[in-house]
């Protein structure tokens, strides 16, 4: 078997920001780049779905669905990443998505991982 390793908590979400500063703490220490990405497809029955919701209009909740969550799980990787470093904040927050194949989508949050003390 092999040796576990042990996943730190994620920064807490408190501690995000997408301006290069946060709001009543000052930046101690920067740790530099961190990344979350997760690559996405859409399944058959989804597409089905997507495609009889865009025959009716509005908005295709099975598209918005799949996107939270692979927004969310980018984004769950990346403050990981941050706390893995010594990192309790991360600042400048972006997202990115680009298609990598036709119907596989990679979602990318990143930003500055970050170590901060009340001002």
Known sequence: MRDMIPVPAPVSSA?????????????????????????????????????????????????????EHARAEALDICLRHAAALGANAVIGLRYDANEVASGVTEVLAYGTAVAVEPA
């Open 15 to 67: 501690m995000v920001s997408t301006t290069f500063d946060l709001f009543g703490h000052r930046v101690i220490k920067s740790f530099g780049l961190v990344r979350g990405i997760t690559v996405r497809s859409r399944s058959v029955v989804g597409a089905f779905v997507a495609g009889l919701q865009i025959l009716i209009g509005g908005n295709i909740s099975v598209f918005t669905e799949l996107c």
